[in-house]
């Protein structure tokens, strides 16, 4: 059994700053693919982030590009989402996912293509 467990978001204005933290259990980061994705309202889920098992593929797409980093830390087992310059278009539900069989981040990072989720964190960039 895994399991994933999104925390960090929360109510932030315009050009401020969240980072979001995906804290794994069942297995080890060097084992799977970690994506980032948000499911604003009425839109499809999009994928926002990949950080490849072997930690040398990160993927951004290009809405985000620039404003956003992820990383992981291994010692707790966890990835990150550093979110600078929050934009009000950023709002929405925020998922981790997990899948070994993604070897690599690249194009666009579809939800399809992981097996492993967490329960979302809300962002809202708002004034």
């Known amino acids: 059994q895994s399991e994933l467990v999104e925390s960090g978001g929360g109510l932030v204005q315009p050009g401020g700053s969240l980072r979001l933290s995906c804290a794994a259990s069942g297995f080890t980061l060097d084992s799977v693919t970690i994506g980032w994705f948000r499911q604003a309202p009425g839109k499809e889920r999009e994928g926002v982030s990949c950080i490849s098992s072997s930690g040398l593929n990160l993927y951004y797409t290009t809405s985000v590009k620039g404003r956003f980093a992820i990383s992981r830390d291994h010692a707790k087992n966890t990835v990150y989402l550093q979110m600078n310059d929050l934009k009000p278009e950023d709002t929405g539900v925020y998922y981790c996912?997990?899948?070994?069989?993604?070897?690599?981040?690249?194009?666009?990072?579809?939800?399809?293509?992981?097996?492993?989720w967490g329960q979302g964190t809300q962002v809202t960039v708002s004034s």
């Open positions: 996912a997990a899948d070994p069989r993604v070897l690599w981040c690249s194009g666009n990072v579809s939800p399809l293509a992981f097996g492993s």
